[in-house]
C-alpha cells in the first residue's frame, strides 16, 4: 500500500480529506494525521510516506519549512499542498522543493481524486521498474553469493576437496573469489546468549557484524567472504603481509560491537583467530584451530580476541577423572537417583575448573560425552527413549549459545535432570500398565491352574523381570497376592454359600482339598469349617 500523510491545523480539513478520496481503490492508506508542522515531520520520519498532503501554513513548522524538511529525510515522497492561498510566490517555492500537486482551497472532489490517480499510476509504475531492475540484480548477487558461501561447505565443513586442490587459481575458478599472494586465516566470531527469547537481539547483533565486517576488514584484504550459522560467522581471509595491522582490525571490530552493549543487553562476543597460512592447502587446520580458538572463551573469558595457540589435542575422555565420573553417573542412574545426578554433574564441573589444563574444546566434548553415557544407560535400563533424539537434537543446538563452564553444566544439568524425571515417570508409567494387565488377568484366571511363568508370557516379559517388577509396584510377591486373591474369595464362598469346602477348594483354584485346607488354616488361623460356623 502507498502511505499518506495529511497534515492541515483544522480538523474539519483533515476529515473532508478523508471522506473524499476512495483510499482502497488508489491502494493508498491513510498512516497518520497531523495537525501542525511538528506532528507532521515526526510523523514522516517515522512511517516513511510516499505521500504527505499539507497545508501551506500550519502551526510548528509551515508548510514549506515542513517540505524542506521532510524531503531531506524521504527524497523521494511526493507532496500534494491544498492551500487557500493562491500566490504565485508560493506555488513557486513550493516547485523549487518538488511539490508535485498545488491545489487550491476550497477543497474540490475531482480535483484531489484526480492528483492523487496519477500519483498512484506513475508510482506503480516506478515500482515495476524497480522492481524488474532489482530481480536481475538480486538474482545475480544470490548467485554469486551462493557460489562464494559453497567455499565453506565444501572446502571446511565438508572437506569434498583434497589438499592439493586448494590453490588460488583453483578457489578463484570454482567459488569466484579473487584471492592473490599473501597470508590467509580463519576468524570465527561467536555471539553468546542468545537463548531464553533473545532472537531479536541475535537478529541486531548479525546484522550489526554484518556492516561492520567490510568496513574493519575489507581494507585489510585482497578477499574476504563469511558464512553465518545462528550466532556463529566463519570468516574467511586473505590478506596482505602486515599480520599486525589485521589484528588490530579485528580488536577494533570487537571494541566497536561491544559499544552496543546497552542494545545487545545480554549478549557476549568472542573472536576466535586461526593459524595464519602463507597459503590456502592448510586452510583447514587455520579453521580447525579458529574453532578451538572461540571455544576457549569459556576458560578465558567472552569479549576478547583469542588467538590460536596450536594445542590440539583432547586427551580428557581417557582420563581418570571422566572413567570415575562414569562409573558414578551409571550407579546414580541405575538407581534413578535424581539428587545423586545432579551432584555428580556438579562435581564433575568443579573438577574441570580446578584443572589449569584443560581447554574450552575438552569441556563441550566432556558436556556432549555425558550426554552420551546418560543415552546408552537409559537405553539399557529399558527406559522409554523415544523423546532422547529430540533431546539430543536440542541440546546440541542449545549448548552453543553459552560462554561460560558454569553456563554450559548448568544448561546440561537443567536439560538432563528434565529428561530423567521425564523418564522415570514414563517408565513407571510403562511398568504399571504391564502389571495392571498381569492382576486382572490373575483375577479372571485364578481358578484355574495359574503360575509366574504363565502370567508372564502373558504380559511379555522374563519371568525374572516381571516377578521383581510385581513385587516393586505392588509390594507383595506373585505367590503372596495369588494366594491372598484366592483365600479371600474361599472365605466369601463359606460366608455366603453351602458350597462343600471340596467344592469350593476347586473353585478357588486347588486341585487338592487337604493343601487348601492347609493354605486356608494358615492364612486364617482357623480351618475352613471352622470358619464357616464363626462367620456364616
Known amino acids: 500500500m502507498i502511505k499518506v500523510v495529511i497534515a492541515d491545523d483544522e480538523k474539519r480539513v483533515c476529515d473532508l480529506i478523508q471522506f473524499l478520496v476512495d483510499w482502497d481503490s488508489l ?3 491513510v498512516v497518520f494525521v497531523a495537525y501542525n508542522g511538528i506532528q507532521a515531520l515526526e510523523a514522516i ?22 517540505i524542506e524538511r521532510a524531503k531531506s529525510l524521504v ?86 576437496l583434497e589438499r592439493q586442490e586448494l590453490t588460488i587459481e583453483n578457489l578463484n575458478n570454482l567459488y569466484q573469489f579473487h584471492f592473490g599472494d599473501g597470508l590467509f586465516q580463519v576468524v570465527v566470531l561467536k555471539i553468546d546468549g542468545f537463548h531464553e527469547g533473545k532472537g531479536k537481539d ?22 574476504m567472504e563469511y558464512f553465518l550459522e545462528r550466532g556463529m560467522f566463519y570468516i574467511f581471509l586473505n590478506f596482505t603481509r602486515d599480520k599486525q595491522s589485521l589484528r588490530r582490525q579485528l580488536k577494533a571490530l570487537l571494541a566497536e560491537l561491544l559499544l552496543q552493549k546497552d542494545i545487545l543487553k545480554e549478549l557476549d562476543i568472542t573472536i576466535g ?54 562409573r558414578n553417573f551409571i550407579q546414580v542412574l541405575e538407581c534413578q537417583d535424581l539428587d545423586g545426578v545432579r551432584r555428580e554433574i ?12 584443560v581447554t574450552g574444546h575438552e569441556i563441550l566434548q566432556m558436556s556432549k560425552e555425558v550426554m552420551n553415557l546418560y543415552s546408552l544407560t537409559m537405553t539399557k535400563g529399558q527406559f522409554p527413549t523415544e523423546h532422547l533424539e529430540e533431546l539430543f537434537d536440542d541440546f546440541n543446538q542449545g549448548i552453543h549459545s553459552y560462554g561460560s563452564v558454569k553456563e554450559i553444566f548448568d544448561y546440561l544439568e537443567t536439560m538432563l535432570c528434565r529428561s530423567f524425571i521425564k523418564m522415570m515417570e514414563d517408565k513407571k508409567q510403562a511398568d504399571s500398565r504391564p502389571i495392571r494387565e498381569a492382576k486382572k488377568y490373575i483375577q479372571e484366571n485364578f481358578a484355574g491352574p495359574i503360575t509366574l511363568e504363565k502370567v508372564s508370557e502373558v504380559v511379555g516379559f522374563n519371568p525374572a523381570y516381571f516377578s521383581g517388577l510385581f513385587k516393586q509396584e505392588t509390594g507383595t510377591t506373585f505367590t503372596e497376592y495369588l494366594l491372598k486373591l484366592r483365600m479371600e474369595q474361599a472365605k466369601t464362598l463359606l460366608k455366603e454359600t453351602k458350597l462343600s469346602v471340596s467344592s469350593i477348594c ?26 464357616r460356623k464363626l462367620y456364616s
Open 27 to 29: 491502494g493508498m492508506e
Open 45 to 66: 520520519e517515522k512511517y516513511r510516506p510516499d505521500v504527505v498532503i499539507t497545508d501551506i501554513r500550519m502551526p510548528g513548522y509551515s508548510g514549506l519549512e515542513m
Open 506 to 531: 476347586t473353585q478357588v483354584g486347588y486341585s487338592d482339598t487337604k493343601h487348601f485346607t492347609k493354605s486356608f488354616t494358615k492364612y486364617t488361623s482357623l480351618k475352613p469349617n471352622e470358619y
Open 202 to 223: 541475535l537478529e541486531f547483533a548479525e546484522e550489526k557484524v554484518r556492516k561492520l565486517l567490510p568496513e574493519f576488514l575489507g581494507s585489510e584484504c585482497i578477499d
Open 75 to 160: 527524497p523521494d515522497m511526493e507532496i500534494v499542498i491544498i492551500s487557500g492561498y493562491s500566490r504565485f510566490e508560493y506555488a513557486k517555492e513550493a516547485i523549487k522543493f518538488g511539490v508535485r500537486e498545488y491545489l487550491l482551497k476550497p477543497i474540490r472532489q475531482e480535483e484531489l481524486a484526480g492528483a492523487l490517480a496519477r500519483i498512484s499510476a506513475e508510482y506503480r509504475q516506478r515500482q515495476k521498474r524497480l522492481s524488474d531492475d532489482e530481480k536481475l540484480r538480486s538474482f545475480e548477487r544470490k548467485d554469486l553469493a551462493r557460489t562464494r558461501s559453497a567455499l565453506f561447505e565444501e572446502v571446511l565443513f565438508q572437506k569434498r
Open 273 to 326: 583467530a586461526g593459524e595464519i597460512l602463507d597459503s590456502p592447502e592448510r586452510i583447514r587446520e587455520s579453521f580447525k584451530s579458529a574453532l578451538w580458538s572461540v571455544e576457549q572463551r569459556l576458560i578465558e573469558g567472552t569479549h576478547r580476541v583469542i588467538e590460536s595457540r596450536g594445542e590440539y589435542t583432547s586427551n580428557l575422555a581417557d582420563s581418570e577423572l571422566f572413567h570415575n565420573f562414569n
Open 346 to 357: 556438579q562435581e564433575l564441573r568443579d573438577a574441570l575448573l580446578s584443572d589449569r589444563k
